[in-house]
Nanobody, 115 residues
Framework: QVQLVESGGGLVQAGGSLRLSCVASGSIFGINVMGWYRQAPGNQRELVAT???????NYADSVKGRFTISRDSAKNTVYLQMNSLKPEDTAVYYC?????????WGQGTQVTVSS
């Protein structure tokens, strides 16, 4: 099993920035993708960004140029730097990892952007 613990959510004004962190622990050998998804009230969970062990990062069109995903493999941590935040970015943000063919999720952290 993989345990994921997110931190860094909160309330910010439009145009502001937040940095989310997610630490993976437990049986982490075999993790090949880390990333972030989000879910706003009444909406389905959607991809925000992913970063594989090798290869290129992937971003939702709605966050390209504003959000940056990064990874510190030595610390088993994935980050999401969110700049120029908009009210429509308000959601619960979930850390995600794929290990072999299995997906694991964090408990979620609330991000609220006020206008």
């Amino acid at each position: 099993q993989v345990q994921l613990v997110e931190s860094g959510g909160g309330l910010v004004q439009a145009g502001g920035s937040l940095r989310l962190s997610c630490v993976a622990s437990g049986s982490i050998f075999g993790i090949n993708v880390m990333g972030w998804y989000r879910q706003a009230p009444g909406n389905q969970r959607e991809l925000v960004a992913t970063i594989p062990n090798r290869g290129t990062t992937n971003y939702a069109d709605s966050v390209k140029g504003r959000f940056t995903i990064s990874r510190d493999s030595a610390k088993n941590t994935v980050y999401l730097q969110m700049n120029s935040l908009k009210p429509e970015d308000t959601a619960v943000y979930y850390c995600y990892v794929r290990k072999w063919q299995n997906d694991y999720w964090g408990q979620g952290t609330q991000v609220t952007v006020s206008s």
